[in-house]
């Protein structure tokens, strides 16, 4: 009877429920999914360690980070700015790293005033020789202030300062650095004539790009300061041969100032010196006049007295010192007494001619 009937398992034990397939499904689902979260968790774990790990990075030496949280800097002013080490950062999409160079010298090429070329066709001397004129599709030029076309272009070297606004003030900074380096160009090319810029004046027309160009970057508060300035003007190839003369006239024509003014200077440094020569030989002539004088009316002063005390007496003794120096210089002295009645002597010299030199005959 039913009531009376007695369960058994599969092993024959009485008092045991036998299981049915849906039972042993469960239980082998139940299994694999306990096995299956272990795992996912094991997973999950790795996953968080990497994520986490994947944060670390290296600022170089010559660089700056700034770390933008959720779009915004981190910090205010130098405290943005990550130095050179290993930092640690929450990864995207929470941090975002922007790298700076700050310390490397970036570089900004101005080709908007040259003619249509490539740095490789330079390189190569395979450049396309110029057309009857200028392309304005595909030629670059400036105007200068004598209304002449040149080709002019520059290469900048410079260095960031405020690595902050430079990034996140401009869109694209190192488009508006370019568009500086251009502006100075055309400015610096209206103000000077095309012979300053190509002979006369190059230093200063590069001076005038890099002194505009520094007003820009000051106005614009571009945070970059310049560390080179290369400026290469040329004349436009189709009138090379023209300006090429014109060089070399304007070499003759100095070189004949030069030596003008080599020659002038030679003509005025004797003139200065003979003149210096006489001015010192008349102030040596006028000193010893001076002095002579000086001395001469001195030793009248001096005798003054003397002539004052016994005039006849200093007259004798002036006549016998003047007959003394006249004797004593004379080779041949005559005496002449004065005659005792008062009346002039008479002194008659014969002077014979020299007699002639036998002369030698022939026999």
């Given at each position: ?38 795992i ?47 930092h ?125 160009l ?14 080179q300035?290369?400026v ?17 006239a ?84 005559f ?26 005959h022939?026999?």
């Amino acid at each position: 009877m039913s009531d009376s009937h007695e369960h058994k398992t599969d092993g024959g034990k009485p008092g045991s429920v036998p299981l049915t397939s849906e039972d042993a499904g469960s239980q082998a689902l139940s299994d694999a999914l306990r096995s299956s979260f272990v795992i996912v968790k094991i997973v999950l774990f790795g996953l968080l360690i990497i994520f986490l790990g994947s944060g670390f990075f290296q600022v170089g030496p010559q660089e700056r980070v700034i770390i933008l949280q959720f779009g915004k800097p981190k910090g205010v002013g130098e405290k943005a700015l990550l130095m050179p080490g290993f930092h640690w950062a929450w990864p995207a999409p929470i941090d975002e790293i922007q790298r700076v160079p700050a310390a490397q010298i970036q570089i900004a090429s101005s080709t908007v005033g040259w003619y249509a070329t490539t740095p490789e066709m330079e390189a190569a001397h395979s450049e396309p020789p110029p057309g009857a004129s200028l392309n304005p599709a595909i030629d670059g030029y400036t105007l200068t202030s004598d209304a002449n076309i040149i080709h002019v272009r520059a290469t900048l070297r410079y260095r960031i300062t405020d690595p902050i606004g430079f990034h996140f003030e401009f869109r694209n900074a190192k488009d508006f650095v370019t568009n500086a380096l251009n502006n100075a160009l055309f400015y610096a090319s209206s103000r000077f004539t095309v012979d300053d810029v190509l002979t006369r004046k190059k230093v200063a027309f590069r001076e005038t790009v890099g002194k505009r160009l520094d007003e820009i970057i000051e106005g614009q508060r571009l945070g970059i300061v310049v560390e080179q300035l290369d400026v290469d003007p040329i004349p436009p190839r189709q009138l090379q041969a023209k300006f090429n003369e014109v060089l070399q006239a304007s070499v003759k024509r100095d070189d004949g100032l030069n030596k003008a003014r080599s020659y002038e200077n030679e003509v005025l440094s004797k003139a200065r010196a003979g003149a210096d020569s006489r001015l010192n030989s008349a102030q040596s002539e006028r000193n010893r006049t001076v002095q002579l004088v000086s001395a001469e009316a001195k030793k009248f002063s001096d005798l003054l007295p003397e002539y004052q005390r016994n005039p006849e007496l200093f007259t004798q003794w002036r006549q016998m010192e003047t007959i003394q120096r006249v004797m004593a210089n004379a080779q041949e002295k005559f005496f002449v007494r004065s005659r005792e009645d008062g009346k002039p002597v008479e002194l008659r010299l014969q002077l014979n001619r020299e007699p002639q030199k036998p002369g030698t005959h022939a026999p």
